[in-house]
């Protein structure tokens, strides 16, 4: 059985849940079944929403939370979104039917503190043998860097937004 990894894409670079949606796309490729959790991405409709269900069978995408949640105007609901997204992903891994699970947006509960790190690290290390976890999001605790076998930093070097164009569908979403 191949080695079980622990991959975090993290920093403030795009291409984060990319990456993500990537390597989920490689493993279905291979007949692996995927299940991809966003836990605070919603409110709208983006690309990959549309593009997974081509992968209908082996690539499960649920899409937790209600919004991007630094511009909350009910972080209380929120963090309770977070706990009942967090309780699905540790069943999802506990469960042992998926070689990959994607936490996507993860970091952002364990900066915000609506989600207790260590007992977070517990479910990850103790994840079935052979099974892939991929944590995106930014500001990745130490702890959680020092735990995994990949880590990647997505670096901001110029981003056209700083030049005033806007988000484009099939580029941000």
Same mark, same amino acid.
């Given at each position: 059985?191949p080695q079980g990894l622990l991959i975090v894409f993290t920093g403030n670079g795009k291409g984060k849940t990319t990456a993500a949606l990537g390597m989920a796309m490689?493993?279905?490729?291979?007949?692996?079944?995927?299940?991809?959790?966003?836990?605070?991405?919603?409110?709208?409709?983006?690309?990959?929403?549309?593009?997974?269900?081509?992968?209908?069978?082996?690539?499960?995408?649920?899409?937790?939370?209600?919004?991007?949640?630094?511009?909350?105007?009910?972080?209380?609901?929120?963090?309770?979104?977070?706990?009942?997204?967090?309780?699905?992903?540790?069943?999802?891994?506990?469960? #042992? =039917? &998926?070689?990959?699970?994607? @936490?996507?947006?993860?970091?952002? +509960?364990?900066?915000?503190?609506?989600?207790?790190?260590? %007992?977070?690290?517990?479910?990850?290390?103790?994840?079935?043998?052979?099974?892939?976890?991929?944590?995106? #999001? =930014? &500001?990745?605790?130490?702890? @959680?860097?020092?735990?995994?076998? +990949?880590?990647?930093?997505?670096?901001?070097?110029?981003? %056209?937004?700083?030049?005033?164009?806007?988000?484009?569908?099939?580029?941000?979403?």
């Amino acid at each position: 059985m191949p080695q079980g990894l622990l991959i975090v894409f993290t920093g403030n670079g795009k291409g984060k849940t990319t990456a993500a949606l990537g390597m989920a796309m490689r493993a279905a490729g291979h007949g692996l079944k995927v299940c991809f959790i966003q836990f605070i991405k919603g409110g709208w409709h983006y690309g990959e929403l549309d593009a997974v269900k081509r992968f209908a069978g082996l690539i499960d995408f649920h899409v937790m939370g209600r919004g991007f949640t630094w511009k909350s105007d009910n972080i209380e609901e929120d963090a309770r979104l977070a706990r009942e997204a967090w309780d699905f992903a540790c069943g999802a891994i506990a469960s #042992g =039917r &998926y070689h990959t699970v994607v @936490l996507d947006e993860f970091t952002y +509960l364990l900066h915000y503190h609506m989600l207790p790190l260590d %007992p977070c690290l517990d479910v990850l290390a103790g994840r079935p043998p052979g099974q892939q976890v991929v944590v995106t #999001g =930014r &500001y990745a605790p130490e702890q @959680l860097v020092a735990a995994a076998d +990949l880590v990647t930093e997505m670096q901001a070097v110029k981003h %056209p937004l700083t030049s005033g164009i806007k988000a484009q569908q099939g580029i941000e979403f």
